[in-house]
């Protein structure tokens, strides 16, 4: 019942942008912290960012300050993750999670969503 579908990935060249969607189901969402991470081949998941949907607060992983922007939209059950200025490195399967805080998704997530690959060309 409890869901997270991601969508917005793909294929683009360093320097570019892309918009991470988010979609949740199965709960209820202003109770909940959404985030987002990420998991490159051989790595392991990292935390991206987060946001608390009861106050709007929002969290970000020094790797991507400045350049990602996380965002919700409540009416819409979704949360948003703006990506630009695009590197490389952000070469990952992108995740989005739920829990009860951002403090406790930092930790571990409660709900997972299953990927959207994201590929980030020199």
């Known amino acids: 019942e409890v869901q997270l579908v991601e969508s917005g990935g793909g294929l683009v060249q360093a320097g570019g942008s892309l918009r991470l969607s988010c979609a949740a189901s199965g709960f209820t969402f202003d109770d909940y912290a959404i985030g987002w991470f990420r998991q490159a081949p051989g790595k392991e998941r990292e935390g991206v960012s987060c946001i608390s949907s009861s106050d709007g607060s929002t969290y970000y992983a020094d790797s991507v300050k400045g350049r990602f922007t996380i965002s919700s939209d409540n009416a819409k059950n979704t949360v948003y993750l703006q990506m630009n200025s695009l590197k490389p490195e952000d070469t990952a399967v992108y995740y989005c999670?739920?829990?009860?805080?951002?403090?406790?998704?930092?930790?571990?997530?409660?709900?997972w969503g299953q990927g959207t690959q994201v590929t980030v060309s020199s």
């Open positions: 999670a739920a829990a009860a805080g951002c403090r406790r998704l930092w930790r571990e997530g409660d709900y």
